[in-house]
């Protein structure tokens, strides 16, 4: 589910997968879908980034 939703902000946000990945392991990204996965597993990925997204607004990040 990570490497999908790397691609589909990099893709979203038109920033290098590189950019992508150090921008998730800086504000604990990764950690966050991994204790939300029980829910998404429903959603779709486009779903789940919006609300990456939203995560990122909340704590004043620009992409």
Do not use: H
């Not at 921008?23 to 950690?31: A, G, S």
């Amino acid at each position: 589910m990570q490497t999908r939703l790397i691609r589909l902000a990099s893709e979203e946000w038109c920033l290098p997968i590189e950019k992508i990945v150090e921008l998730f392991k800086r504000f604990n990204v990764l950690e966050y879908i991994e204790k939300g996965y029980g829910i998404f597993q429903c959603e779709g990925d486009e779903t789940v980034l919006d609300d990456i997204t939203e995560f990122l607004k909340e704590k004043k990040i620009n992409k």
